[in-house]
């Protein structure tokens, strides 16, 4: 694990515990604001740092880090509605981290 994957794991937890308080915990359409909270900052700065960072860690920051929100979710009994978010979250980090990249990658070659 380098620099760059612990500190994605750091922003990302940073932005859970700040946006945390902010959405409820129930409904797909909550999940995937709460998935856009989270992810497309971090998509955003890896792309707008260019090719210094390292794609590969912030997508593995970020599956590391809703696998270990799910596991803890599970370990303190919290009840998962359904497989659709699940799945739905998964799908969405993906597209979030993209979109975030892709924006960020365009507002830095406009410098």
Same mark, same amino acid.
Request: aromatic share 22%; charged share 10%; net charge neutral.
């Given at each position: ?36 909270? +989270?992810? =497309?900052?971090?998509?955003? @700065? *890896?792309?707008?740092?260019?090719? !210094?960072?390292?794609? /590969?860690? %912030? ?8 696998? +270990?929100? =799910?596991?803890?979710?599970? @370990? *303190?009994?919290?009840?998962?509605? !359904?497989?659709?978010? /699940?799945? %739905? ?23």
């Amino acid at each position: 694990m380098n620099l760059a994957f612990w500190r994605y794991l750091l922003i990302l937890s940073l932005l859970f515990i700040f946006w945390g308080d902010f959405f409820d915990s129930g409904g797909t359409l909550n999940q995937l604001a709460f998935n856009f909270a +989270l992810f =497309y900052p971090v998509g955003f @700065l *890896v792309g707008y740092r260019g090719k !210094s960072e390292n794609l /590969v860690s %912030a997508y593995i920051a970020a599956f590391l880090f809703n696998l +270990l929100s =799910y596991l803890i979710a599970y @370990l *303190v009994e919290f009840p998962i509605e !359904s497989w659709l978010i /699940v799945v %739905a979250d998964f799908t969405s980090l993906v597209v979030y981290l993209n979109i975030g990249i892709y924006v960020g990658r365009r507002a830095q070659s406009k410098e």
